[in-house]
């Protein structure tokens, strides 16, 4: 909730003003009882327990990798489970969150789709994330990334009074400018989006330079092709005055040869874009074989991109003993008695 909408609730019911104030700063603090709250009254404590609830993440398995990269496997309130990250970078900590249980958008390539849809995250949920790791490792969050289990667009209202919440004063007041949404191209709610005129990165899973190459990976080109996406990227352009990011996965043999940069690069031109090149993992599952392109390949991508001035980076690939890029590998932490398992 927002503090003005808790202020009002409780004032409706009786309740000073300053308490509703004393509350949202505990909530914001990342309390996962209202027992916690010391200096509200019991009363009001009851209350509040009867009237509300805290969507708690409580951390139910960490792993640690050798660059500094934690993966938190977090279990909710109605015991469904969800994976967060958090990466430490010179300029501060960024924590990528999840935005759903699961995942309808079946592209080929990731494995998040893999165990299956089950719900969409409230943003309380999602704020819970970053609070439980800011807790757990006694820091501040500076950057997020919206791209965890689940297809935020998928999930638009929720996640737009997420960006709300967590970018307001009263809450986090995490910077809009410090936050990325990643979209595999749900269209319809890209122009949403725009015009939201929120200032944050949009980062766009594009993986191909064509229909027939982008319908074999991602199912949702089949609805919005490349074309309508790409014209969805320059209404959100113009509007936001934002440059765009382009995800692309560089997978050996399927979207990485010399044409698909000739391609690629004559379809952006001119575009206030760039380019992530994301050698893709390894991977061997629903009959799918994907190998990472080998770095000659990469650098003459990078080099054709170049000549028709896109800016191109590669990913920097962090917490991979720990399998952390949620979506590129499937790891099976099923075990007997547990209720979870092929979490990506």
Avoid at 7 to 24: P, S, V
């Amino acid at each position: 909730m927002f503090k003005p909408e808790l202020t009002k609730n409780l004032t409706d019911e009786g309740y000073q003003t300053y308490r509703a104030k004393q509350i949202y700063l505990w909530l914001v603090k990342g309390v996962n009882s209202f027992n916690q709250m010391k200096n509200i009254p019991k009363e009001l404590r009851n209350y509040l327990s009867e009237n509300y609830y805290i969507a708690n993440t409580q951390i139910e398995r960490v792993f640690n990798s050798k660059d500094g990269t934690k993966k938190y496997l977090f279990k909710l309130n109605d015991g469904k489970f969800i994976e967060s990250v958090l990466m430490k970078y010179n300029y501060g900590h960024t924590v990528c969150i999840s935005t759903q249980v699961g995942c309808k958008m079946g592209c080929k390539f990731c494995a998040t789709g893999r165990s299956g849809f089950e719900k969409n995250l409230m943003a309380s949920e999602m704020l819970s994330q970053i609070q439980a790791i800011q807790i757990d490792n006694n820091i501040r969050i500076s950057n997020i990334v919206l791209m965890g289990m689940g297809e935020p667009l998928d999930n638009y209202e929720n996640v737009v009074r997420f960006l709300r919440l967590v970018s307001s004063e009263d809450n986090l007041n995490v910077g809009m400018r410090h936050i990325s949404l990643s979209t595999c191209g749900i269209v319809d709610k890209m122009y949403d989006l725009a015009k939201e005129n929120f200032q944050l990165t949009l980062s766009v899973s594009l993986h191909a330079p064509n229909d027939d190459i982008r319908n074999s990976l991602m199912p949702i080109n089949k609805k919005f092709n490349i074309e309508e996406l790409l014209k969805a990227c320059r209404f959100y352009i113009e509007h936001t005055n934002r440059r765009i990011s382009f995800e692309y996965a560089m997978i050996s043999g399927v979207n990485d040869s010399m044409d698909c940069a000739q391609e690629l690069a004559k379809k952006l031109y001119g575009m206030l874009c760039h380019v992530n090149l994301i050698p893709v993992n390894n991977i061997d599952f629903c009959g799918c074989n994907y190998k990472k392109s080998n770095i000659k390949h990469i650098e003459k991508f990078i080099e054709i991109l170049s000549k028709y001035k896109i800016n191109t980076t590669v990913r920097r690939a962090l917490g991979a003993d720990i399998n952390a890029s949620c979506g590129q590998l499937r790891k099976n932490i099923k075990k007997e008695g547990d209720s979870y398992a092929n979490i990506c």
